[in-house]
């Protein structure tokens, strides 16, 4: 249960970190107009949603875990590969958000469905339901990782000189400093969320297992506990 927690807290300072540089990413590393930050998230929002009935099929057909830590692995790349699009381009960097994207959606779903199944282990050890606590643990560890981020982001830019008031009027090292910063911790943060969703221990077939015992322990019972 705590490590989904972590994983969940993980990956939300990954997006959140790079997500509060974004606006100063896009236009002063990129050489983009403001307007144009609306356009990439869109394109990252919707690249999200259409691919999270995607997401849900290989997750059933392979370890939910497996699929998150892959979905991590991605993030990471495409968090690198933002340093490399080329400058006063839009299309390239809505295709690295769609890149994100991909992420984004396993990022929300895969977790949720994990604490799902974790609830059913801890329902067949405890003998009581806990799926309200264990989804507003999983909330909260998003939202703080969301908090913590700004916070980061800006500690994070003012330690290689960056200010975000002069926008793209700062030095091309602070420019270079912020390109860094944008990328790399989050890269980081997706990396460790990814190895902790790797080596996840509750595997499909171990679940599986969990459920025939639920299954039969109510079917004795006459309902579940």
């Known amino acids: 249960v705590f490590r989904i ?10 997006f959140g970190t790079a997500s509060a540089m974004l606006v100063f990413f896009v ?21 999200a949603m259409i691919t999270v009935p995607a997401v849900a099929w290989l997750a059933r057909r392979l370890d939910k875990h497996f699929v998150l830590g892959i979905s991590g692995v ?8 933002f340093i490399f699009l080329p400058d006063h381009n839009l299309p390239a960097m809505a ?14 779903l895969l977790p949720r469905a994990m604490m799902a199944d974790a609830g059913d282990e801890l329902r067949l050890e405890s003998g009581s339901d806990q799926t ?5 643990l999983l909330i909260s560890s998003w939202k703080l990782g969301g908090a913590l981020a700004v916070g980061l982001a800006f500690a994070a830019l003012a330690l290689v000189g960056y200010k975000p008031a002069l926008l793209g009027a700062n030095t091309p090292q602070a420019i270079s400093g912020l390109e860094m910063v944008f990328a790399g ?8 969320g990814a190895w902790l969703a790797f ?16 299954d ?3 079917a004795a019972s006459g309902g579940p506990a």
């Open 5 to 14: 927690a972590a994983i969940d807290l993980l990956l939300g300072l990954g």
């Open 27 to 47: 236009t002063a590393a990129k050489g983009l107009e403001r307007s144009a930050v609306g356009v990439v998230l869109i394109a990252q929002v919707v690249t």
């Open 74 to 81: 991605l993030a990471a790349i495409v968090s690198v590969a």
């Open 95 to 108: 295709v690295g958000m769609m890149g994100w994207g991909l992420s984004f959606g396993a990022f929300n």
């Open 132 to 136: 309200a606590v264990l989804y507003a």
């Open 185 to 192: 911790p989050s890269a980081a943060l997706f990396l460790l």
């Open 199 to 214: 080596t996840y221990p509750l595997t499909r077939e171990k679940h599986a297992a969990i459920r025939l015992e639920l």
């Open 216 to 218: 039969a322990r109510d």
